[in-house]
């Protein structure tokens, strides 16, 4: 008798059979605060340049130290690598003249890409305040950017809205702002449900909001730190996640596929929903976002290769 063959999913084929290959993603680091936090950074870097990454995004700290070393990372990824940095910048804590000298040092550094971000309130749990003269909003940080110089601009967007907005309209009406002072795509903050995603994008869609939405996607292997990200920006984790991850604290191996599997699962559903653009929040480590890019066919490109392979196209 003749194996009875099951269907590895609802639609009769595996999780990735059709993973082309032909999507495109970019990565989100945070600067280091010490040599060996450097060290494993670069190292995360280099394993993912290979990707041909976009751009690589680095966050960005209201507090001088922490700003000095986003600027520090952004010129070395602009002095050291052929990868296209996107510096992030926030209202928080700085006026408009001092905001504006930031983006002009990245843009005489060789910057042409920023992430404008209002940013969180100084306290945790409070609200945010401008400081005197400073930017009020992402959407009057754009175009104040804008009128720096002519950056490349990504913003945040919300699927699960912001704990601060009202309604889900009003989270739109306000993502719809910032397109419309001159940004150029949104990110979203990271979710676990492909369908907030999706609708969320839909939504937008109906609303006149023709721009790129990217998925910001995080590969979580500690559910307990990826709750307190969660409560500042208003992304829900569900109950089973900690089903998931409950006997795994000190298997960090085994902790690590279980982190793959969930973050890969949400991608593959993306793209079955015909998302093709990801990125990636890294927390500087490579190895999550790597799996999950070759599960859905990216491939690591040799400086050179494409010419190679036009070459032997028009051999025949």
Not at 143 to 151: E, N, S, Y
Request: glycine share 8%.
């Amino acid at each position: 008798m003749s194996p009875v063959a099951y269907p590895l999913s609802p639609f009769g084929k595996a999780m990735f059979e059709d993973a082309a290959g032909d999507i495109e993603v970019s990565f989100e680091f945070f600067p280091p605060k010490t040599d060996k936090m450097e060290a494993t950074l670069w190292d995360s870097i280099e394993t993912l340049a290979p990707l041909r990454p976009r751009f690589v995004s680095v966050t960005y700290g209201a507090g001088g130290s922490t700003r000095e070393r986003t600027h520090a990372t952004v010129e070395r990824l602009v002095r050291e690598t052929d990868l296209t940095p996107a510096a992030h910048l926030t209202c928080v804590g700085a006026t408009r003249e001092e905001i504006d000298e930031v983006a002009r040092a990245y843009w005489e550094a060789g910057v042409r890409h920023v992430v404008a971000l209002r940013g969180d309130p100084a306290e945790p749990g409070g609200r945010f305040e401008p400081v005197p003269g400073g930017y009020a909003s992402a959407a009057e940080l754009v175009a104040g950017l804008k009128a720096v110089a002519p950056f490349e601009i990504s913003v945040a967007a919300y699927p699960e809205t912001h704990p601060e907005s009202i309604t889900k309209r009003a989270d739109l009406d306000n993502l719809k702002r910032k397109f419309d002072a001159g940004a150029d795509r949104a990110i979203t903050q990271f979710f676990f449900s492909p369908d907030a995603f999706l609708r969320f994008r839909d939504v937008a869609a109906a609303m006149g909001i023709e721009a790129e939405i990217v998925p910001g996607i995080l590969p979580v292997s500690n559910v307990a730190q990826t709750r307190k990200f969660a409560s500042a920006c208003g992304a829900g984790i569900p109950l089973w996640m900690d089903r998931l991850f409950e006997g795994l604290d000190d298997l960090p191996a085994a902790r690590q596929l279980v982190a793959a599997t969930v973050a890969a699962e949400l991608c593959a559903q993306l793209y079955a929903g015909g998302v093709r653009h990801f990125h990636f929040f890294t927390l500087n480590r490579a190895e999550l976002s790597y799996a999950i890019c070759h599960l859905l066919g990216l491939r690591p490109r040799i400086l050179g290769s494409e010419n190679h392979d036009s070459r032997r196209a028009a051999q025949g």
